[in-house]
């Protein structure tokens, strides 16, 4: 699995016109499966993001996790362009992006997995074209692979 955290003020999905999801403090994650991803690293991402601690304490350090500030998570799942292969020619190749039915389980059981963390989870339409705006926190953007843990 590949994640792009961003912290963000405030984030919402939306398909169209209708608003989908949207969360005030927390993180923005854009979300890509493999094929050979499942339980493991579902739960490695949920622990390790849960308790990622990137929001500043009374001192101004980055001592806070999400949980502690009672944050929420937007979800986006961007399967192609987090495993685009850009190494030949302009045109990206999709090939080690996920099987769309593994890849949709997958993505459902790592949501679980974040509100079993009493998390707050947003997202929006699996496989839509979807619209996300937000409004980031930091420079705060962690990029997570669990193929490098």
Do not use: C, W
């Amino acid at each position: 699995m590949r994640i792009v955290l961003q912290k963000v003020s405030s984030a919402q999905v939306s398909v169209g016109e209708k608003i989908l999801g949207e969360i005030g403090v927390g993180f923005v994650l854009l979300v890509g499966i493999e094929n050979t991803d499942g339980k493991e690293e579902v739960d490695y991402l949920a622990r390790k993001i849960s308790h990622l601690r990137v929001f500043a304490d009374q001192n101004d350090k980055m001592n806070l996790s999400i949980t502690d500030v009672k944050g929420s998570i937007l979800i986006q799942f961007v399967n192609l362009p987090l495993y685009a292969d850009t190494k030949k020619g302009n045109r990206p190749s999709f090939i080690n992006a996920g099987d769309p039915e593994h890849a949709k389980t997958v993505y459902q059981a790592f949501n679980q997995a974040l509100m079993n963390h009493n998390l707050k989870v947003a997202t929006g339409e699996f496989g839509a074209h979807m619209e996300v705006k937000l409004e980031n926190d930091g420079p705060v953007t962690i990029i997570f692979d669990t193929d490098h843990k």
